[in-house]
């Protein structure tokens, strides 16, 4: 059985209380933090059957462990990695726990992990869980495609990228082969300080 450390309770409330408010919440928890263990134990407190954790291939085996270790009887855990999501079985998903959740942040287009995340979260309504040491690691544009399949994501009003960069980013451009291309990576901090009330750092 596992003990939480206290700062992994004080994390487990404010995110569990974050959740029930909004259905989402974004764990920007630096390495070795259990960004895991405490999204199994906000799950653990939300009244849901089926919690889904989406991964890496590699990090399946210690969710799956960290998981047997804690021992939640109230809902069942399905692991898999993100390039697997089309041999999810058909399941009404509670909850979805995207970890690294930085992979889903391409611009100016969605990458196929960002649009499959959003299909499902449409398709069962789930409260999402992102969870990321570095949420925005090259841009704050990052943070548009991770959260824009959340219903109540601070950025909704924005149904495009396009519109979100009219709002939120200083486009420029630069030159790439002798023509001129609008950059997009010039993320404004406003971007952050709308996450904020979502976030725990």
Known sequence: MIEYRDYQLSIIELGTSIIEAHDFLYLAMEVRTGKTLTSLGICEKLNVEHVLFLTKKKAISSITKDFDMLCPTNYILFTINYESMHKLPDVKWDVIICDEAHSLGAF??????????????????????????????????????????????????????????????????????????????????????????????
């Open 108 to 201: 100016a287009k969605p990458n196929k992990r960002a649009k499959s995340v959003k299909d499902l979260i449409q398709k069962c309504n789930s409260k999402v869980i992102l969870m990321s040491g570095t949420p925005t690691p090259e841009s704050y544009s990052q943070m548009y495609h991770q959260v824009y399949g959340i219903p109540n994501n601070p950025f909704k009003h924005c149904t495009n990228f396009y519109k979100f960069a009219h709002e939120y980013v200083n486009v420029t451009q630069k030159k790439i082969n002798g023509m001129f291309i609008n950059d997009y990576s010039k993320g404004l901090k406003k971007i952050i300080d709308m996450m904020t009330p979502y976030t725990i750092r």
